[in-house]
């Protein structure tokens, strides 16, 4: 029987990742009518008269990566069903996410434009059709859309910051989870996200279509849907064949195109991605921070920034390095998630991050190193008091653990690579700008260590230099850097308290306004809720090798 704690912990997930991202704008798929290739069966339960043994049938896909008689092609088998070669008549093609078998490009080609004619609805109707340059911005008709489409006159809006770098890319997160959970795959989810993305450009709005919405749409919001699908999926693979309400509402709040396909088309896209049982590690933290030191904040952001706040934060590490039998064969079989909040409503999202291998292999060196290496994708939107920047970027890297000492695992990620990105500040101050676009080489450095299972110290630093070579008629640089520190000691099972402590700092070069450099260091005390008691640490080697 599965151990009642592993369901409080599923549970607990559930919840703490529900209320994380419930803020998140509504998103409905549209509905498309009588799809010709959607006529299809209810399959009948092959795991019903299974002869495999109970306890692998109740393997949670969060916890028993460390146990190492679980079998995950076992739990594959009975996720798939019947074998596809038995009498027609019998059974009708359902999703087989292992074969493509039952997966369809037209579902989320009827889906995406629906979608798009159901959000240009909501604009209208909620925010009341705003007005840009004289023009109502979502009151589009076929000839505003003939005119986009004849002319293809792009340029870089400026619209607010979260609506461009973090609104757009949840969009594009939708239409890319329409596409993925109907047996697409990474790529060509991709597509429809950038195809979506475009259709949004054309007929979305009057207004001139925008090249860097037309970037972040498609393409950061592929990262992040593909993220969101894969953490959905756990939540339901957890729960087993039958998933109870709390689980799907759960793995429905973290995808909802993901949800939506699974109720509106039956049983045909009901088969729960096959994870493959990665090595997670998953935290909710839930504290108070406030600011302990700044230099030259503007007028505009330094009375807020001495408030103390509450914040949340949740973070996953999924398909960490070295569990055996575990392969890097498709995008994002290795990712890092992590989104913060923060008690403002004018900034409630404080941080949203992602990286991960998009192309890649595992390797080793000696017995106590295992990692992987290759072509990472990341989206970051990092937005605290003192500027807000934004990336789309593709990177070289690499992720690893070493086992440094008995009981003592060092984890980490180097990254550097160039993206597309935006920063600056949205304030009424001439001289601070609005924000601007450029080219922006980057790096990352990521490092954790291990102690036991009681403590784990964290340490980050990452930089971005938004350079000249963008497309803003006022020529300037901007360097920004956001570093952090945490201590984490696990009190009790899997409750822990933490110590957090990030450093910003933004140096800006125009040469229409003069030079300034900002800082500013923010501390936080958090409750941690850790899904693994062991802290993540890995282990591939033999006993006597410990």
Known sequence: MKDPRRKDIATFLAAAVLILLSYLPATVGATTGDVTDAAVQVRQDSIRNSNTNPSTQQGSSLFLWREPQFESRTVLAQLQGPDPSEPKGQLKTVLSWETGEGKSYLVPALEIPGFIVLLNGFDRLVLNDKEKDGKKVYSTNLS???????????????????????????????????????????????????????LWEMAGETSRPSINDQITTGNAGSLLGEALFRMAGLVLEDAGPNPALGH?????????????????????????????????????????SANVHSHNLSPVVQPSSRDGNAIAEFAMAYGLPGKPGYSYNRPLDYFDFQISTRARTHNLVESLTIRGLLKGTDYHVGEDYRGIWGLYGSYDYISPYLFRVSSTALSLGTTGQYWAAPGIAVQGTVMGGVGFGATGLETDVAEERGYHFGATPQGLLALGVLLGDKTILDVSSRGYYVSALGPDKLKGSEFVFRGAAALTVRIYGHHAVG???????????????PSRYRSEGTLSLVYTFLSDINLGAVEWRDAYQR
């Open 144 to 198: 505003t859309i003939w005119e986009h489409l004849h002319r293809q006159n792009w340029t870089f809006d400026q619209d607010s910051f979260k609506v461009n770098q973090f609104g757009h890319p949840y969009e594009g997160a939708t239409m890319y989870g329409l596409a993925r959970s109907s047996g697409l795959n990474f790529w060509q989810s991709l597509v429809y996200s950038n195809v979506g993305s475009f």
């Open 248 to 288: 799907q509402l759960a793995a429905a709040a973290i995808s909802p195109p993901t949800a939506f396909n699974r109720l509106a088309f039956g049983e045909r896209f009901k088969e729960v991605y096959p994870n493959h049982q990665p090595a997670t590690l998953w935290r909710c933290m839930a504290g108070g």
């Open 499 to 513: 110590l957090h402590y990030s450093e910003s700092i933004r140096d800006t070069n125009y040469a229409n306004i």
